[in-house]
């Protein structure tokens, strides 16, 4: 990991209020490949989204 895991709970912490029994997973999921040109990203949280092409 590049960060220790105290370290990922502080600044997660800074951005979202951590509940007992919350899971939080780092690492990258099986089939997920290197970007390229091109590509766009998606990222949903609640009712809200962002999408940003690799440029």
């Known amino acids: 990991m590049l960060f220790p895991v105290y370290e990922l709970l502080v600044n997660i912490s800074h951005a979202f209020s951590l509940q007992a029994g ?6 990258t999921p099986s089939g997920v490949g290197v970007l390229q040109a ?15 092409q690799i440029q």
């Open 22 to 27: 919350d899971v939080i997973m780092t690492g």
């Open 38 to 52: 091109g590509d766009q990203l998606k990222l949903k949280l609640g009712a809200h989204e962002w999408v940003s």
